[in-house]
């Protein structure tokens, strides 16, 4: 491209206030063909996929050679000009003149045949290239930039709880335990019980971090490392909890389709289908009327105190329209913490929101329980170290107040909101903590 005019360089999510301007583009070859005389060039920059054309008789002889010669992922400088292109999704596209190899590519294992999941996650740092990915990702950085607006604008404070601990918020059955100077400490599996003091410092905070779960599972719903989103209101019941909950995922859904189109057509989203999920309120059954339910329809496998299965959640989540809460779960099944039922001593005050379409569980709430006795009673019931959660039993001794809080999990709300079929397309990092049990 020696002896080319400076030009502006732009990203190409931004062509479309370039149009008819000769603008320079960092890229990739992401694909390519060619005929006879013209050569399509499929480009990627990381905000955006568009198509570059290279016209045999519009260029030098050697640019038109050197675009029939560029190897997938192959990065380039392009230089041409920005045309609108209505047979594209995106609406663009880019007259090639120039273009300068930076870094070739040559035998690039994810090519565009089918590859198998298993071969796909053994390449998750290339993976996370494709356009699948790079939808999906999309649209897990909009939920993380809309749950910042809208804890912000309703005068949450962002609260940074541990993540090395030493009480644990539901036991130590499925924590991962490390030596923390010759103390017992474990990775945490939720911040909540520290955001319960930040909610009696700030009265309403929120967190945004990692979580783990030692479980083997063999499910595809459960991964051994997420992000949680774990908000927690002083001077509030479960109810108003509830509100607070629906509120926020119509939130992400709107923020979705008003800022991931793009992603939502790579990945083939029906934007009829999201709309729905922003209608409130949402539905609500109770434990007891869940079981009934799934009894009355052929489950035998379930019985009052049972937790629920993957299919039974779905059934579930299928009786509805919209994500739907299912309240007070039986209190053996359910955390110390939470608050017991005022005229029932078999349940305790929370609820699980159900996505739609078969993701399952997306939130888990409930009210705290303030009673100082009756929490100490839960710690020694459930075989807790005292010791360890005597500043947690502080909070009920020095003016405690109703209060309440829920966890939404980042990664599996992604897959609900993406429609992918299986949580691993969300987790491309290529971290071990991020594989789950196939």
Known sequence: MNGETIVEQIQIIDSKNHVGETVKIGAWIANKRSSGKIAFLQLRDGTAYFQGIVVKSEVPEEVFQLAKSLTQETSVWIIGEIR???????????????????GESHEYPITPKEHGTDFLMDHRHLWLRSSRQHAIMQIRNEIIRATYEFFNNNNFVKIDPPILTASTAEGTTDLFETNYFDQKAYLSQSGQLYMEAAALAFGKVFSFGPTFRAEKSKTRRHLIEFWMIEPEMAFMHQEESLEVQEQYVAFLVQSVLDNCDHALDVLERDREVLKKYTQL????????????????????????????????????????????????????????YMKPHPTRDDVVICADMIA????????????RA?????????????????????????????????????????????????????????????RLLNRIYP
């Open 356 to 367: 739609p379409e078969g993701y399952g569980e997306i939130i888990g709430g409930s009210e």
């Open 281 to 336: 309120p949402f539905p609500r059954i109770s434990y007891d009327e869940a079981v009934e339910l799934l009894k009355k329809n052929g489950f035998d496998d379930i019985e009052w105190g049972d937790d629920f299965g993957s299919p039974h959640e779905t059934f579930i989540a299928n009786s509805f329209d919209r994500p739907v809460f299912i309240l007070n779960y039986p209190k053996a099944i359910k955390a110390f």
């Open 370 to 430: 303030i009673d100082h006795d009756y929490l100490l009673e839960q710690i020694r019931n459930h075989n807790l170290d005292e010791k360890e959660y005597s500043w947690y039993l502080d909070l009920r001794r020095y003016g405690s107040v109703p209060h309440s809080g829920f966890g939404l999990g980042l990664e599996r709300t992604v897959t609900w909101l993406a429609g992918i079929e299986h949580v691993r397309e969300a987790s491309p990092f290529p």
């Open 84 to 102: 609108e292109d209505s047979r594209s999704k995106f609406g663009y596209e880019i007259g090639v003149t120039g273009i300068e190899v930076i």
